[in-house]
């Protein structure tokens, strides 16, 4: 691969940009995983396509133990021990249980109900490209340090499969991981960043609520479950947003409420269920004994009987400074001052914080939308397309980021 100078920037070399044959690939590699999407665990198909095509680079992946993901060094022989921290590159690559909405899209899912809504095919599209890239440059002889893709399966599994990858070694010998994720209020061509939260916490909630029914003319001879169930609903929200510190942004959010059969029965069970987010990583490590207090305290107060299960997710994603920094000159070198902008924190919830509880890093927010398109698209529906811009974007980015990485051993 070509090179070019970028003398005002560490490094006496930068890789050049990416080939027009190798972004053709890359889309056409996209398209045939949006074409054939695979949910979380089930990734066989997705897993089986990456192998082939990085072996074909001339590289090692190594299948997870749970057969679906891989993980696979560049610049390392097999065996070799660690002797400067490793780069990871992590890209996740499972649907996403909805449908494919997309009109006159050839390369829509053929899957029923399937969907790549999130653009995991465009991240795992992204790292397979900066893998391929550098393991040219490795053959070279260009590649300043060894570095690690790491494709992850099960995503949008709660509690995500990042812990599973985790606990196959992915992190063994990192000392610093990046990752992107498609953002379509973000131009294609440029990424958003920012230092600290950038995603938040996200908890699943189940509440099973019983007691003696009976007529609904004698309410005060039974545990009126349905006023219970609608108190839990109302009031645990408000009582849990004041017994944390307000910034942290702890919130209850009901998906589901279901109880009773008959217009004047009143029932003997009631189940709620939803989901709990947080801005900030302390009030969100305090979050299950502050909402099994409130759910507890309005249920015994409408005299019924409490079953919580709480389903621990995912932490914040929280960007360190250095990651961070580093994302954001990797993408200047190739795209200038203009191709950087400030990110929000987001309210959703992304398992890339699992690998951040261990390492420092960073994930930048992928622009996908075609500049000027006045459609608004968001992630999570079935409609949601992206501007294959991006994945040489990421490309370039993540390839520039592993040369200007100085993170010391």
Partial sequence: MSLESEADLPGDVLPGVLSESLHAELVAFRRDLHMHPELGNQEF???????????????????LASGTGLICDIGLAEGERFT??????????????????????????????????????????????????????????????????????????????????????????????????????????????????????????????????????????????????????????????????TRAGLVVTWGRIESGHAPNVIPQHAELSGTVRCLDLDAWREAPDVVHAAIDEVATLHRAKSEINYVRGVPPVVNDRGATELLRKAMVARRGMGSVENTEQSLGGEDFSWYLEHVPGAMARLGVRTPGDPRVRDLHQGDFDADELAITVGVEMFTAAAFLDDLEA
């Fill in 45 to 63: 198909r997705t897993t089986a396509a990456i192998k082939e095509r990085l072996e074909k680079a001339g590289l090692r992946p190594r299948v």
């Fill in 84 to 245: 400067v921290p490793l780069l990871a590159l992590r890209a996740d690559i499972d649907a996403l249980p909805i449908p494919d909405t997309k009109a006159d899209c050839p390369y829509r899912s053929t899957v029923p109900d399937r969907a790549h809504a999130c653009g995991h095919d465009v991240h795992t599209s992204v790292v397979l490209g900066t893998g391929i890239v550098l393991a040219g440059l490795h053959e070279e002889g260009l590649l300043p340090r060894p570095v690690r893709l790491i494709f992850q399966p099960a995503e949008e599994v709660l509690p995500g499969g990042a812990a599973d990858a985790i606990a196959c070694g992915a992190l063994d010998g990192v000392g610093r991981i990046l990752a992107v994720h498609c953002d379509p209020r973000v131009d294609a061509g440029k990424v958003g960043l920012r230092v600290g939260p950038i995603t938040s916490a996200c908890d699943r909630l189940e509440i099973a609520l019983d007691g003696p029914g009976g007529h609904t003319a004698r309410p005060h001879l039974t545990t009126d479950l349905v006023t219970a169930a609608a108190r839990v609903v109302t009031d645990v929200p408000a009582l849990v947003a004041r017994r944390v510190d």
